[in-house]
Protein backbone atom coordinates (compact mmCIF):
# COMPACT_ATOMS: atom_id res chain seq x y z
CA UNK A 1 0.00 0.00 0.00
CA UNK A 2 0.70 3.47 -0.73
CA UNK A 3 1.70 5.48 2.11
CA UNK A 4 1.63 8.88 0.21
CA UNK A 5 -1.77 7.68 -1.05
CA UNK A 6 -4.59 11.12 -0.36
CA UNK A 7 -8.13 10.67 -1.28
CA UNK A 8 -8.25 13.79 -3.37
CA UNK A 9 -11.55 15.66 -4.06
CA UNK A 10 -11.48 17.32 -7.64
CA UNK A 11 -13.69 20.50 -8.47
CA UNK A 12 -14.07 21.90 -11.74
CA UNK A 13 -17.19 22.26 -14.57
CA UNK A 14 -15.04 21.54 -17.09
CA UNK A 15 -16.10 17.76 -16.83
CA UNK A 16 -13.31 16.62 -19.35
CA UNK A 17 -10.34 18.54 -17.27
CA UNK A 18 -12.11 16.56 -14.29
CA UNK A 19 -11.63 13.44 -15.64
CA UNK A 20 -8.43 14.03 -17.27
CA UNK A 21 -7.12 15.57 -13.28
CA UNK A 22 -8.74 12.00 -12.13
CA UNK A 23 -7.19 9.84 -14.13
CA UNK A 24 -3.23 11.83 -13.90
CA UNK A 25 -4.08 11.61 -9.71
CA UNK A 26 -4.95 7.90 -9.90
CA UNK A 27 -1.88 7.56 -12.17
CA UNK A 28 0.31 9.08 -9.04
CA UNK A 29 -0.94 6.74 -6.84
CA UNK A 30 -3.61 8.85 -5.29
CA UNK A 31 -7.70 8.03 -5.02
CA UNK A 32 -10.21 10.50 -6.49
CA UNK A 33 -13.02 10.40 -3.67
CA UNK A 34 -15.44 12.82 -5.42
CA UNK A 35 -15.01 14.95 -8.82
CA UNK A 36 -18.12 17.85 -8.16
CA UNK A 37 -18.47 20.65 -10.98
CA UNK A 38 -20.79 23.12 -8.31
CA UNK A 39 -19.96 25.23 -5.12
CA UNK A 40 -23.30 23.06 -3.51
CA UNK A 41 -21.93 19.99 -4.61
CA UNK A 42 -19.00 20.55 -3.83
CA UNK A 43 -19.15 21.46 -0.28
CA UNK A 44 -21.57 18.21 0.33
CA UNK A 45 -19.28 15.97 -1.08
CA UNK A 46 -15.79 17.56 0.89
CA UNK A 47 -18.66 16.83 3.99
CA UNK A 48 -19.77 13.39 3.23
CA UNK A 49 -15.96 12.25 1.84
CA UNK A 50 -13.38 14.03 4.10
CA UNK A 51 -11.11 14.52 1.45
CA UNK A 52 -7.09 14.58 2.35
CA UNK A 53 -7.26 17.19 -0.73
CA UNK A 54 -8.75 19.81 -2.35
CA UNK A 55 -8.37 20.36 -6.24
CA UNK A 56 -10.41 23.27 -7.13
CA UNK A 57 -11.05 25.33 -9.62
CA UNK A 58 -11.35 28.81 -8.99
CA UNK A 59 -14.06 30.02 -11.48
CA UNK A 60 -17.29 27.37 -11.37
CA UNK A 61 -20.57 27.68 -13.78
CA UNK A 62 -22.29 27.76 -10.30
CA UNK A 63 -20.90 29.11 -7.76
CA UNK A 64 -17.35 29.73 -6.54
CA UNK A 65 -13.89 27.39 -6.17
CA UNK A 66 -13.18 30.02 -3.35
CA UNK A 67 -16.47 29.58 -1.85
CA UNK A 68 -15.81 26.07 -1.79
CA UNK A 69 -12.84 25.81 0.23
CA UNK A 70 -13.88 28.60 2.72
CA UNK A 71 -17.35 26.76 3.99
CA UNK A 72 -15.00 23.78 3.62
CA UNK A 73 -12.63 24.76 5.72
CA UNK A 74 -14.77 26.60 8.44
CA UNK A 75 -15.87 22.94 9.20
CA UNK A 76 -12.29 21.31 9.25
CA UNK A 77 -8.85 22.35 7.48
CA UNK A 78 -8.26 20.57 4.25
CA UNK A 79 -5.31 21.38 2.25
CA UNK A 80 -6.51 22.65 -1.07
CA UNK A 81 -4.98 23.79 -4.86
CA UNK A 82 -6.79 26.21 -7.06
CA UNK A 83 -6.60 25.63 -10.42
CA UNK A 84 -7.00 29.35 -12.85
CA UNK A 85 -6.45 30.45 -16.27
CA UNK A 86 -5.47 33.37 -13.93
CA UNK A 87 -3.34 32.70 -11.44
CA UNK A 88 -2.67 36.83 -10.81
CA UNK A 89 -6.30 37.29 -9.86
CA UNK A 90 -6.32 34.25 -7.17
CA UNK A 91 -3.34 35.33 -5.86
CA UNK A 92 -4.49 39.16 -5.14
CA UNK A 93 -7.60 37.08 -3.12
CA UNK A 94 -5.46 34.63 -1.42
CA UNK A 95 -1.75 35.85 -1.44
CA UNK A 96 -0.72 32.25 0.66
CA UNK A 97 -2.73 29.71 -1.75
CA UNK A 98 -0.93 27.27 -3.56
CA UNK A 99 -2.15 27.95 -7.26
CA UNK A 100 -1.83 25.73 -10.15
CA UNK A 101 -2.46 28.02 -13.53
CA UNK A 102 -4.08 25.86 -16.29
CA UNK A 103 -2.78 24.40 -18.72
CA UNK A 104 -0.54 22.38 -16.19
CA UNK A 105 1.23 19.25 -15.94
CA UNK A 106 1.90 16.06 -14.12
CA UNK A 107 4.98 17.31 -12.58
CA UNK A 108 3.65 20.50 -11.85
CA UNK A 109 0.50 18.43 -10.27
CA UNK A 110 2.95 16.71 -8.05
CA UNK A 111 4.67 19.95 -7.15
CA UNK A 112 1.45 21.26 -6.56
CA UNK A 113 0.33 18.15 -4.42
CA UNK A 114 3.60 18.08 -2.45
CA UNK A 115 3.01 22.43 -1.54
CA UNK A 116 0.11 22.13 -0.46
CA UNK A 117 0.57 19.24 1.63
CA UNK A 118 3.27 21.10 3.47
CA UNK A 119 1.13 23.70 4.43
CA UNK A 120 -0.21 22.38 7.63
CA UNK A 121 -3.35 23.02 9.05
CA UNK A 122 -2.66 25.78 10.91
CA UNK A 123 -2.36 27.81 7.61
CA UNK A 124 -4.98 30.07 7.23
CA UNK A 125 -6.87 30.17 3.29
CA UNK A 126 -6.96 34.45 3.55
CA UNK A 127 -3.75 35.04 5.88
CA UNK A 128 -1.25 37.20 3.99
CA UNK A 129 2.38 35.36 3.60
CA UNK A 130 5.48 37.56 2.53
CA UNK A 131 6.73 35.76 -0.51
CA UNK A 132 5.67 33.79 -3.90
CA UNK A 133 7.17 31.51 -6.02
CA UNK A 134 6.28 30.83 -9.62
CA UNK A 135 7.58 27.52 -10.96
CA UNK A 136 9.22 26.31 -14.50
CA UNK A 137 5.75 23.72 -13.99
CA UNK A 138 2.82 26.39 -13.66
CA UNK A 139 2.51 26.08 -10.36
CA UNK A 140 2.59 29.00 -7.86
CA UNK A 141 2.98 28.78 -4.23
CA UNK A 142 3.30 31.46 -1.59
Same mark, same amino acid.
Not at 39 to 67: N, Q, R, T, Y
Not at 72 to 97: Q, T
Not at 133 to 139: D, G, P, T, Y
Given at each position: ?29 ? #? &?? @?? !?????? $? +??? /? ?38 ? #? &?? @?? !?????? $? +??? /? ?41
Amino acid at each position: MNRNRLRIMVVDDDAMIAFLLGEILKGLGH #D &VC @AT !EATEDG $A +VAA /ALFCKPDLMIVDEHLGEGSGMKVVDVVCEHEWVPHIFVSG #D &VN @AV !ERLRPR $A +VIM /AKPYSEAGLAIAIQKAMGQGSKASPRAPRSSTMMAQSNVQSA
